[in-house]
């Protein structure tokens, strides 16, 4: 059975994809190019509030132009989205075995850890090789997520330590790292420190997109001292 069409909104067009992806559709048919493109950005205007939707679009996009890597790349994101992690893995995979380009690297290692791999993740991990700043420091989130999964919460800590953590930016990941840093301490028992460090989280993150600015007031685990004294 042939798979459902999504709708495309009437005013969802071509111009509305990033340029650099429309540049990759120049190998294809004039009108195919203009359908595959209104499909990814039909994909990307709604990622972050429907992924489902994103995710059939891109398919569609998929089946008009599976050689092309920024579709595999658009199926692979909104698979990761929906939580279709062996899916999202060989779609990246496809695309960067394409185009050679490392920048979805810690969402091909996080896929790995949600199909219970971490040693995976962390083989992924091993080379940053390609990676943005920003692409580093996610790969270092998902590899200390990684260690934690293998119950290594020191280890976890220790990847994530680094000068960055201080630096004066803006950087969307800045927050990030900041919470990943106070959630290892926290789990690594740390808990004093995991709620300074949430603290400094909640500074860099005005638009609440952690939840920094509730966890930097974690109360620590409360022990009780018996008559022994233990």
């Known amino acids: 059975m042939a798979a459902k069409e999504p709708e495309l ?22 009108g195919l190019a203009d359908t595959v493109a209104r499909h990814l950005a039909a994909a990307g205007r709604l990622v972050d509030e429907d992924p489902v939707r994103a995710h059939a679009h891109a398919l569609a996009a998929r089946r008009r132009a599976a050689r092309v890597p920024s579709v595999r790349e658009a199926v692979g994101v909104t ?33 790995e850890r949600g199909l219970g791999r971490p040693e995976r993740a962390l083989a992924l991990a091993a080379d940053p ?26 280890a976890a800590v220790l990847l ?6 201080r630096v004066d930016t803006r950087e969307p990941w800045l927050p990030r790292l900041r919470y990943a840093y106070a959630d290892a301490l926290a789990a690594a028992g740390r808990h004093a420190e995991a709620g300074s460090w949430f603290a400094l989280a ?4 005005p638009e609440g997109e952690t939840d920094a600015a509730e ?12 008559e022994n004294g233990e």
Not at 160 to 165: R, W
Not at 202 to 205: G, L, Q, Y
């Open 9 to 30: 909104p009437d005013e969802i067009g071509a111009a509305d994809l990033d340029p650099a992806v429309r540049r990759e559709l120049r190998t294809l048919p004039e």
């Open 202 to 205: 909640r500074e860099v993150d």
């Open 129 to 154: 090789t390609g990676l943005d700043r920003a692409g580093q420091v996610e790969l270092r989130i998902v590899a200390a997520g990684a260690r934690r999964d293998l119950g290594q919460p020191d």
């Open 215 to 226: 966890r930097a007031g974690e109360p620590s685990p409360v022990r009780f001292v018996g």
């Open 79 to 111: 698979a990761y989205l929906c939580g279709r992690y062996a899916e999202a893995l060989a779609e990246l995979r496809a695309a960067r075995r394409m185009n050679g380009v490392a920048a979805h690297l810690p969402v091909m290692a996080d896929c």
């Open 160 to 165: 994530l330590q680094g000068e960055d953590l």
